[in-house]
């Protein structure tokens, strides 16, 4: 009889470890499940901010502002200005005070740095009935094409010397 209550009792003891091993088994699938659940919000809000930044860069390309520097000159002028009349946005406030400087409007006081990224006026239009032309461009020199502030782009090896010498510094001049 007492193999019997052995067999009984090992019988009870393992089918209690066998509930504990189940019950640690749940608490760390509900762990896991938190964790994912936790994971998940952290990636999607990190997801939203660097959208939110790119979004941003991309605004302020459509602006004008094409580097990192100006991004952050353009930031920090954004923050100085009033809240009411700045806009939801740098690049929104930015789209409008380069509007106005275009159009020859005030434009709030700007540090030298971002005034430089400002684009120049529009040229006043010329009176009615005037008709003066704008001056031709200086041809270019013989045998040789310069675009681009001096680039040499094509060259005719007959013109030599002189005339490669010429294409520099007829580029020099302008």
């Known amino acids: ?4 209550e052995d067999a009984y009792e090992r019988g009870r003891g393992a089918e209690a470890r066998i509930r504990e ?3 640690r088994s749940k608490a760390a699938e509900k762990e896991l499940a938190t964790h994912r659940a936790s ?3 952290r990636l999607a809000a990190a997801r939203a901010e660097r959208d939110a930044h790119w979004q941003q860069r991309f605004e302020l390309l459509r602006a004008g502002i094409d580097d990192d520097d100006g991004a952050a000159l353009v ?3 954004w923050e100085r200005q009033p809240k009411e009349g700045r806009g939801k946005t740098p690049a929104e406030w930015w789209a409008k005070v380069a509007a106005d400087a275009a159009a020859g409007k005030e434009t709030p006081q700007l540090s030298k740095a971002l005034a430089a990224y400002l684009p120049s006026p529009a040229p ?4 009615r009935g005037t008709t003066k032309a704008a001056p031709a461009p200086a041809p270019a020199p013989r045998g040789a094409e310069v675009r681009g502030g001096g680039a040499l782009l094509e060259f005719d090896p007959k013109t030599g010397f002189a005339g490669l010498l010429g294409a520099q510094l007829g580029a020099l001049r302008r």
């Open 75 to 77: 930031a920090q002028a």
């Open 1 to 4: 009889p007492s193999g019997g």
């Open 21 to 23: 091993l189940l019950d």
């Open 39 to 41: 994971e998940a919000e």
């Open 124 to 127: 006043a239009p010329a009176p």
